[in-house]
């Protein structure tokens, strides 16, 4: 504990995700913060934790964490590390309640919806499984803003959200479903950590349309490439940080100049 506790006093006031390691060294609980040294340290101040999280801490010997620039990036790779290390206590702390994911089906009109125990396909793409439901449903409502999209198969009449500018209509005609699936496109490209590729193609739309004198297309593209740079600040791919624990302290230096 002396060791784990030694650690704590160590952890950056930064966005990122964090290990607790049993004394074999294996990885027995995974987690994401926007400050880690507020977020862990609370696993040993506060005096209500619930059985489970209590046994978890007697079990947790050591400890490892990865900075990163922005939460859906501890997102991304706190999903990838679940997937890839099965952290016994990731399990047991939600009940045997199956982790979310983000699943964008593949049919004419794609859904962007959330599922559990979902198994890959040919039909189906999935992000995930992430622990947290709330920031799983926070990213995608931000998403939403920049890439409209749809949660459902063909209604009578169009629903709320293309009212709010939330959903673009696909089922209104041909064209509208042709600019959908671009926005699908590029939702993927985001979750898959891909930032600078979206945004070099973005660039070259705007770009295009500015030329074509389409000045009000052009405008809402840079709306979009605003708002990614916003959102992600930047965003790199989970296996980036896996690679290079201390990547956003390159990131970082590098905004500097």
């Given amino acids: 504990m002396a060791k784990l506790i030694g650690k704590i006093e160590l952890l950056p006031e930064k966005p ?3 290990q607790f ?14 400050n880690l040294k507020n977020r862990v340290s609370s696993y040993f101040h506060l005096k209500n934790l619930g059985p489970k999280t209590k046994k978890m801490i007697q079990n947790a010997y050591d400890l490892k964490w990865i900075v990163v620039a922005s939460e859906i990036e501890a997102l991304l790779l706190e999903a ?15 009940d045997d309640k199956s982790h979310l994911y983000i699943k964008i089906t593949n049919n004419e009109v794609p859904q962007v919806i959330t599922a559990r125990r979902e198994k890959p ?5 999935l992000f995930g499984p992430f622990p947290s439901s709330r920031t799983v449903r926070n990213v995608l409502v931000t998403l939403r803003r920049i890439f409209p999209y749809c949660t459902h198969k063909r209604r009578p009449k169009s629903c709320l959200y293309v009212h709010l500018g939330l959903c673009p209509d696909p089922y209104k005609s041909r ?9 699908i496109t590029k939702i993927i490209t985001l979750l898959k950590g891909k930032r600078k590729s979206l945004i070099r193609n973005l660039i070259r739309e705007m770009e295009k349309l500015a030329k074509l004198e389409k000045y009000e ?11 990614i740079n916003y959102i992600t600040q930047p965003i790199t791919s ?3 940080y896996l690679e290079k624990p201390d990547l956003a302290e390159d990131i970082q230096k590098q905004k500097s100049y």
Wanted: avoid cysteine; proline fraction near 3%; hydrophobic fraction near 30%.
């Fill in 238 to 240: 989970p296996g980036a």
């Fill in 217 to 227: 297309e052009a405008a809402k593209i840079k709306k979009q490439i605003d708002d």
């Fill in 121 to 125: 396909s040919k039909s189906i793409q």
């Fill in 175 to 183: 064209e509208t479903r042709k600019t959908y699936r671009k926005n």
């Fill in 16 to 18: 990122g995700i964090y």
């Fill in 21 to 34: 390691i049993n004394k074999f060294e294996k990885v027995i609980y995974v987690g994401k913060a926007n």
């Fill in 80 to 94: 990838r590390l679940i997937k890839e290390l099965k952290p016994k206590y990731n399990s047991i702390l939600k």
